[in-house]
């Protein structure tokens, strides 16, 4: 894999340049619809789980999207 020079420059570029746009999941949470959470932050997860690597914060994401969509 090749990185740019400043991965970090490039990435705090992107960030500037989209600080106001809505992620499609917040956009699916606020028109109540079923978010992309399995298909993002699941199959890191399921990564993690079959490398024996812990992923806390992915688990505790979904679980929290998954809150939300069940208070539809």
């Known amino acids: ?8 420059a490039i990435t705090l570029d992107v960030c500037r340049k989209t600080a106001q746009n809505l992620s499609s999941m917040l ?3 606020n028109r109540k619809r079923p978010t992309e959470i399995d298909a993002i932050n699941g199959e890191i997860a399921a990564a993690g789980r079959r490398l024996g ?3 806390p914060v992915n688990d505790a ?3 929290k999207v998954k809150e939300i969509e069940q208070a539809y």
């Open 27 to 29: 956009q699916d949470v």
């Open 1 to 8: 894999i090749e990185l740019a020079d400043d991965p970090l």
């Open 53 to 55: 690597i812990p992923t």
């Open 61 to 63: 994401l979904i679980k």
